[in-house]
């Protein structure tokens, strides 16, 4: 095994010494998009290199298109962390992987690719994981104060200067663009006529969930709202989309509506959620996954912030404008609001209709099949 203190050697070799590479995912659907900027740079700096995505099968759907991943190894969730992680680094040794670069701070995930014996683990020096890693790399100083790709970005960075000596990650704005193929369109165009929709209307994505913090959600009335006006001033059809653990926000919403709505939440995969977004002319949504997701693939996006810091994870990108209103406590970057949660109930609809229609404006093209 080649240690962190044979990285020299490694060094030396070159690229052409790296033939196989395994990236362990992000976990959440919006830091899965976070992170295609820092593969888009690895592909591009070992070019002849295989490299595979291990991730959580729930969010490797965004990668179906993707020209810059060769292949995806899924796993899901066990009982047992301890297990998964054996079952795990089992499945790693039979590729016999050359490069391990950890993208979770996860105690875990260093540990599976110990065990998998990859000869170069490199990721954040986090959760006392230090020793697992051939190179453990400091958190950067300006982890609270610069966008989350950034975070990604850096740690490719360090794999080109530790194993090839060179150092040409760019400073640039990073490109978090996610293709999504003709045919896919098709399908999600096709489906969303057979559930009714008029294809000479505009679509308008709702998000209304958060899956793991409930202040994050603005008011289930007040998305009630915002659709029927939009539905009014525009005539689109309204599509509300969230996760299977998100049905009963949406459906609250659908409840509270004063226009038709077609309701796919927990109905679609993260691939097929991806191209819905792709031929919507906008989604609204809270700070979640599918707002993330839906400038990715080139859909106008308005996005609502309260308790969490959209100067380190709001969308990045140009397709997508961050709503919220000024308060003391926010960020407070807390789940459930503590007093009156007026980082969410001081945005009013009309506010975000504003920014709706702005946006529709500018994008006035209509979806086909």
């Not at 050697?9 to 590479?21: A, E, Q, Y």
């Not at 640039?172 to 209307?201: F, H, N």
């Not at 997701?293 to 969490?308: E, R, W």
Request: aromatic share 6%; glycine share 6%.
């Amino acid at each position: 095994m080649t240690t962190a203190a044979g990285s020299s050697v490694l060094k030396m070799n070159g690229r052409n010494d790296i033939r196989k590479i395994v990236v362990r995912g992000t976990n959440w659907l919006g830091d899965a998009v976070m992170s295609v900027p820092a593969l888009r740079e690895l592909s591009r700096i070992f070019p002849d290199a295989e490299i595979v995505l291990h991730s959580k099968g729930s969010v490797n759907g965004i990668f179906a298109d993707a020209d810059f991943i060769d292949r995806i190894m899924p796993f899901e969730n066990r009982p047992s962390k301890i297990r998964r992680t054996i079952e795990e680094a089992d499945r790693l040794i039979e590729d016999d992987f050359d490069l391990a670069i950890l993208f979770p701070n996860s105690f875990e995930s260093a540990l599976t690719s110990r065990l998998a014996k990859i000869p170069r683990r490199i990721g954040y020096n986090k959760d006392l994981r230090g020793l697992l890693l051939t190179h453990p790399i400091p958190v950067p100083e300006w982890k609270e104060h610069q966008h989350e790709v950034f975070y990604y970005l850096n740690l490719v960075a360090e794999a080109e200067r530790k194993y090839l000596g060179t150092s040409t990650v760019p400073i640039g704005p990073p490109d978090i663009s996610i293709p999504v193929s003709a045919e896919r369109q098709a399908r999600a165009a096709t489906r969303l006529v057979e559930m009714g929709a008029d294809p000479s209307k505009k679509v308008i994505a709702i998000g209304a969930g958060s899956t793991n913090s409930m202040a994050k959600r603005w008011p289930a009335e007040r998305f009630a709202s915002l659709a029927s006006a939009l539905a009014a001033e525009v005539e689109a059809e309204i599509i509300l989309m969230g996760s299977d653990t998100e049905r009963q926000a949406v459906q609250d919403v659908a409840d509270l509506c004063g226009v038709p709505t077609i309701n796919i939440a927990g109905e679609t995969s993260v691939e097929e959620a991806a191209a819905v977004l792709s031929v919507a002319d906008l989604l609204v949504s809270n700070d979640m996954g599918l707002a993330h997701l839906a400038p990715a693939v080139g859909t106008k996006t308005a996005v609502i912030f309260g308790p969490t810091n959209p100067v380190t994870t709001r969308p990045y990108s140009d397709n997508a404008v961050v709503i919220r209103t000024g308060v003391d406590c926010s960020p407070c970057m807390l789940r459930d609001c503590p007093i009156d949660h007026r980082c969410m109930t001081g945005i009013a609809v009309d506010s975000v209709l504003g920014v709706c229609l702005e946006l529709l404006e500018a994008k006035d093209d209509a979806w086909v099949i």
